[in-house]
């Protein structure tokens, strides 16, 4: 059986507090993790749980991925953003144009993301986080598309874009220039199984779409492994209990 997109997980220096941010600005459920973090819990079934996972590692450069919030109207964007400074996020410049509509920020660990202004067609019924938009080729992009089995609603110009047939958020890739990568990535996607997979079969299949094995991620007792997909951008691939 295919992996399944079980959470998006944040390296971060002070989980707890990460949580409460991100919690307050989507409205998510703060839950325990069993893997010495905090996550929170998406409000129905088809989306994802967002981990925070204890990490000393200093940030260095932008992210490779960052989260696009949607917003219904200038009225809702603009209270996002004031969400956001309340909770302790901050305003940033990543280049963007004064004017371009969306709204660049940082939560307080320095993880870019934007508030997207309204009307934005691409983003159109996929829910508050609109997407996860990476920094990556095109083959990466495919590599994903296969890997979870979620079609490819975005392919031009190099740039690709995947969204779940369940629908929700979608995950994209900007194609060339890809910003060379430094250090592990504070932002990386984690896989699980149903209980009565093939755990090395999964392995396997994902090692012939271009995948690489990094080692067992740290504290989970052999019950994660580590891996690269074709970008080198770390993911995790979590053993049914």
Request: proline residues 7%; charged residues 20%.
């Amino acid at each position: 059986m295919t992996s399944q997109l079980f959470a998006v997980c944040f390296n971060a220096t002070r989980p707890p507090g990460l949580a409460r941010f991100w919690s307050g600005l989507l409205g998510w459920e703060v839950a325990d993790d069993p893997d010495d973090g905090v996550a929170i819990l998406p409000p129905d079934a088809t989306g994802f749980r967002i981990r925070f996972l204890p990490s000393q590692e200093p940030k260095t450069g932008q992210n490779r991925a960052h989260f696009d919030l949607t917003s219904t109207s200038l009225e809702d964007q603009q209270q996002r953003v004031a969400r956001a400074l309340e909770l302790g996020g901050k305003h940033i410049d990543v280049g963007q144009l004064p004017e371009e509509g969306h709204v660049v920020l940082a939560d307080p660990d320095g993880n870019e993301f934007c508030v997207i202004e309204p009307g934005n067609e691409f983003l159109a019924g996929t829910g508050l986080i609109g997407a996860l938009a990476c920094d990556g080729t095109q083959e990466v992009g495919y590599f994903w598309s296969e890997a979870l089995r979620w079609p490819l609603v975005w392919d031009q110009n190099q740039e690709t874009a995947i969204q779940s047939p369940n629908g929700g958020t979608k995950i994209t890739w900007g194609g060339p220039p890809v910003a060379p990568k430094t250090g592990t990535n504070r932002i990386h996607l984690e896989l699980a199984l149903p209980a009565d997979a093939d755990w090395e079969a999964e392995i396997e299949r994902l090692v012939s779409l271009g995948a690489t094995r990094a080692g067992t991620g740290a504290g989970d007792d052999g019950r994660v492994l580590m891996m690269l997909d074709p970008d080198g951008n770390e993911f995790s691939v979590r053993r049914p209990r």
